[in-house]
């Protein structure tokens, strides 16, 4: 947990439940995990919460309730954004409904400060917000936790029961997306979630992402009649004007990176530059968090020694293939990608960069 942070879309990272489970793919390299495993294993928050394998520290399932980093946010008196539970899934199987009841008290009581979640277990992050409009008991219930939580207990109690919106407007709540797969599966259960802001974390980015393909449900083949990024429908899409139905919830902010670390996966080029396109023809904020290690020619080629071989990746047969780029070979020859590490390769996508964020809301 800090008050600062060098993740490029927030400014705070809060950490009141640590631990967690390998999920999808995106989690193979996860920071967290290794860093739990390594450097801080002998720490309180961390301690028996990886196991070790052969290809290093590894989740084993097990979470963990920091009650000291609870009301950390509280102390903060200046707005800032939060990443919230940096280190674990606030949605996670193993993190009782308690615990995330607590945590939302919390957020209501900082208005002042927006907190950014993001899970990849959506269809339980979609079931409990579901609470807060259906019969209005998980209010009560995180009401009950600011209640006990706060010295003032009756003041906070009434401040979450009756005087607070829901869905929160300052918490943004997201989803990871790392391939086509994990969109269909994760996206459907996000616009079907109560949120002020939706939001998508494409990264570690593993493949193409095309949200025309995205099913209008978990696991059905059909496709929605509105666009996932627009909200409108696709038959009259860009005519705003469009009378056939109201605008339907959307994603409001996409953010895209590559991964870093000693065994990054490389990401193609186009995989980034589609995603950019399709953001911007919904006119939907974009943020290009990083190329990771691994970076195209034309950034890469600054850092690289025209006498010496580089090390490179090409994709093709919907696989990466590891090769090195010669001097003399000619510009068709060259990898798609080379590995010049997270620093030189930077933050530009075609020389521009993309710090699109949606409007905050707080007071």
Known sequence: MADHTKIEWTEATWN??????????????????????????????????????????????????????????????????????????LFHEAVPDEWIDRIFAVMALCPQHTFQVLTKRSDRMRA??????????????????????????????????????????NVWLGVSVENQATADERIPDLLATPAA???????P????????????ERGRASRPIFGPLSGYCRRHFPRYDCKCSDQRPKIDWVVVGGESGNDARPMHPDWAR???????????????????????????????????????????????????SEPEMHVDDEPDVYR????????????????????????
């Not at 802001?197 to 990264?203: F, G, P, Q």
């Not at 980015?205 to 209008?216: I, K, Q, R, T, Y």
């Not at 290009?288 to 290690?293: A, L, M, T, V």
Request: net charge neutral; proline share 6%.
């Open 205 to 216: 980015l593993l493949g193409p992402v095309d949200f025309n393909e995205v099913p209008a």
């Open 197 to 203: 802001v939706r939001w998508l974390s494409c990264e």
């Open 128 to 169: 409990y917000m579901h609470g807060f409009t259906c019969d209005g008991a998980r209010r009560f219930n995180v009401a009950d936790a600011a209640g006990r939580m706060m010295e003032d207990g009756d003041g906070a109690w009434s401040t979450v029961a009756a005087n607070t919106d829901w869905p929160l407007p």
């Open 340 to 363: 010049v590490g997270k620093k030189a390769a930077g933050r530009q996508l075609d020389g521009k960069l993309h710090d699109g964020m949606p409007e905050v809301h707080n007071v």
């Open 16 to 89: 009141p439940i640590t631990g967690c489970s390998v999920y999808s793919a995106g989690c193979t390299n996860c920071y967290a995990m290794k860093l739990a495993g390594t450097r801080l294993r002998h720490h309180p928050s961390r301690a028996g919460l990886t196991i070790d394998t052969k290809a290093g520290p590894v989740w084993n399932g097990q979470v963990r309730f920091n009650e000291d980093w609870l009301t950390q946010p509280l102390q903060w008196k200046r707005p800032r954004m939060i990443f919230v539970c940096a280190h674990a899934d």
């Open 274 to 324: 589609s995603l950019r396109d399709q953001c911007e023809a919904a006119g939907t904020p974009f943020f290009f968090k990083q190329w990771g290690n691994w970076a195209p020619g034309e950034i890469a080629g600054e850092h690289l020694d025209p006498e010496k071989a580089a090390k490179g990746a090409s994709f093709y047969n919907d696989r990466w293939h590891d090769c090195w």
